[in-house]
Every structure is written in C-alpha cells, then in structure tokens.
C-alpha cells in the first residue's frame, strides 16, 4: 500500500501536478491556448488514488489491530490454519490488494 502511495503522490503524481501547472500558465498567458484535458484528468488520477489510500490506511491501521487480537486469540486455541488465514489477510492489506471503500 506504502509503494503505491509513494508512486502516486511524489513520483508521478508530481509531474502530474506540474505538467497541469505549466498548462495553466500557457492559457493564462495567451488565452487562445486551451486547456488540456489529458493533463487535467491525469493530474485528477492521481489525486483520487491519493483519496482512496488516504481512506484505506485510516480502516488499514484498525484492521491491523482487530487481526493481530484475533491471531492472539486463535493461537491461544492452537487453531494454525485460522492463524495463516488472518496473515494471509495481513498480507493482502499491506500489498495494496484489498477493495478499495466506497466514498
């Protein structure tokens, strides 16, 4: 999840940003000049990644709790196959894998 927010926000959505900068000022200094849409909505890609990991990683932060307290419970109970499971949907929430919410 960390990979991909780094990508999205200061690798390519920097240029992004940008490259939607330097488009605004070429309109603003010849007003025949229009807009690019292509830079807009890609500078817009970014950011609504940047909202989709800014929302998971409030629910990621609780999720990890409530899985680390029930591995404790499940290997109080000896239950191995349970406790690879709930890593198993750490992994997933850390790789980025997950659904993203609904917003």
């Given at each position: 999840m960390l990979k991909t927010a780094v990508f999205y926000t200061y690798v390519d959505g920097v240029g992004a940003a940008i490259d939607w900068l330097v488009d605004l000022e070429l309109f603003l200094r010849e007003p025949s000049h229009e807009l690019d849409m292509g830079v807009?909505?890609?500078l817009l890609y970014h950011l609504?990644?940047?909202y989709q990991f800014n929302v998971l990683l409030a629910d990621g932060k609780a999720g990890v709790l409530e899985r680390l307290k029930e591995i404790k419970e499940l290997a109080s109970n000896g239950d191995i196959e349970a406790i690879i499971s709930t890593v198993e949907q750490l992994e997933s929430m850390?790789?980025?894998s997950q659904n993203y919410?609904?917003?």
């Open positions: 807009a909505y890609h609504y990644n940047w850390f790789e980025g919410p609904s917003f």
